[in-house]
């Protein structure tokens, strides 16, 4: 690794400001992806600001919608009382995602601002555009088994790995951040991009803003709510696809529905039309096996990956039912 600087910061202005003086710079709280990418010489920053000693880490209930410190661990908020009542759907995510030893160490933030796990991005020997631009895309023609269906380009068709930020796409959370220019908010399903010709932004961060909270509306998705996660192994393995679902039932017909995706593209793929099109629908193994055709519309495999075409539609029809019978 190469030698780098590493400062605390004490507020999240002087976290910003510390961060602003040299674009090198990164910020780090767990550290569980950041120190990989160190390790691997994808990254190289000069510097870390540290983070960890902001008051980031609060989880609070307020008038309409709950409040996640960037900050707070993923299993902290996971295994949250309040958090499994009022927002299910989050906690079974968050405990999908990776081991319980990187929960108690990962971060909210952190979380949705890891890279993704492409064995190219992570390979410098070889070529990514994602690591280095306009070098090519070695998944494209070569190994693509867990690469993107959906929204991906012919410059980078890799998926973006979490968990938590299924569902939090699913649940129109809002991700609240500070930079140089002030606070602003961030509706969760811009906040991650698609690759287009410029795969090295996975977000819309501006590269000195700080995420500090992300907040959640209250909702009446808390019963009939179900994460389906499928991997190559359950003990701990990234998604090959994933499907967050949340039905409001009321006397077997869907009256709102949230769905989305992971896995499957280079952001959490957001499932609207398939919610429009369960809404007012009795509930049925025909209908939810419609929804899952629909939900594939316009999904393309690359070779290795073509199994998702079938899977995903498996998974969502899979997890509808389990969703719709609790």
């Known amino acids: ?14 976290a910003v400001t510390g961060k602003a003086k040299d674009n090198s710079s990164m910020f780090i709280a767990g550290g569980t992806n950041l120190v990989d990418l160190m390790k691997k010489n ?31 661990k993923n299993s902290q908020v996971a295994e949250d009382s309040s958090i499994k009542e009022k927002h299910p759907l989050l906690a079974l995510a968050l405990a999908a995602g990776a081991s319980q030893q990187i929960r108690h160490m990962a971060t909210v933030g952190g979380n949705m601002l890891q890279r993704t796990r492409c064995s190219y991005f ?21 190994s693509n088994r867990m690469s993107a269906i959906f929204g991906a380009s012919d410059s980078c068709i890799a998926v973006h790995p979490s968990d938590m930020c299924v569902a ?46 992300v907040e959640i509306p209250d909702h009446n998705f808390t019963k009939n ?73 316009g999904a393309r495999g690359y070779g290795e990956n073509d199994f998702k075409l079938t899977l995903g539609a498996n998974a969502i029809t899979e997890a509808l039912t389990i969703a719709a019978s609790k």
């Open 168 to 213: 939090l796409a699913a649940l129109d959370a809002t991700v609240l951040v500070e930079g140089p220019k002030g606070k602003r908010q961030i509706n969760f399903t811009d906040f991650h991009r698609l690759p287009g010709n410029t795969p090295e932004k996975d977000n819309t961060l501006d590269s000195r803003e700080l995420i500090t909270s």
């Open 1 to 14: 690794m190469k030698n780098f600087q590493i400062i605390k910061a004490l507020s999240a202005s002087s």
């Open 225 to 297: 709510v179900h994460y389906l996660k499928v991997r190559d192994r359950t003990s701990y393995a990234f998604a090959l696809v994933s499907v967050a679902v949340a039905l409001d039932l009321k006397n077997n017909v869907i009256e709102n529905a949230r769905l989305a995706m992971g896995g499957v593209a280079h952001k959490p793929w957001r499932l609207t039309e398939t919610e429009e099109f369960l809404k007012g629908k009795t509930v049925s193994e025909e209908l939810f096996r419609q929804a899952a055709n629909l939900s594939m519309k």
């Open 42 to 72: 994808v990254v190289a920053p000069d510097k870390l600001v540290d983070i960890n000693g902001l008051d980031l880490k609060k989880i609070e209930f307020l008038k309409g919608k709950v409040s996640i410190g960037a900050l707070a």
């Open 122 to 142: 992570y390979n410098t020997d070889m070529p990514c555009n994602k690591r280095v631009p306009k070098s090519g895309c070695g998944a494209i023609g070569g």
